[in-house]
């Protein structure tokens, strides 16, 4: 599971497949720390490359996860898709 997205990289590569590689979930503040790993494409992640980069310092409220517990990956990539700059991603 994946978010979709063209999304321009510093080393000339557009990388297209973001994945959810760290999920902290901070429960007394209410909030997870999220940071998507970018690759090429689906075949490079499940082949073992390495990913180009990741994006850190995303943040969701357990309140726009719809989690009151440790929320799912697929609470997550919805969360992030309904985001200003995830709008167009697809499902991976």
Do not use: N
């Not at 075949?43 to 969701?60: E, K, N, Y």
């Not at 997550?76 to 709008?87: D, H, K």
């Amino acid at each position: 599971m994946a978010l979709c997205k063209p999304v321009a990289t510093p080393f000339g590569v557009t990388a297209t497949y973001h994945h959810v590689a760290v999920l902290q979930t901070h429960f007394r503040e209410g909030v997870c720390d999220i940071v998507l790993a970018s690759y090429v494409d689906e075949a490079a992640r499940r082949t073992g490359c390495q990913p180009l980069g990741t994006l850190p310092g995303l943040r969701l409220t357990l309140v726009e996860l719809g989690a009151s517990a440790e929320p799912s990956r697929a609470a997550v990539y919805a969360a992030l898709s309904g985001r200003p700059e995830w709008e167009g991603a697809t499902a991976g």
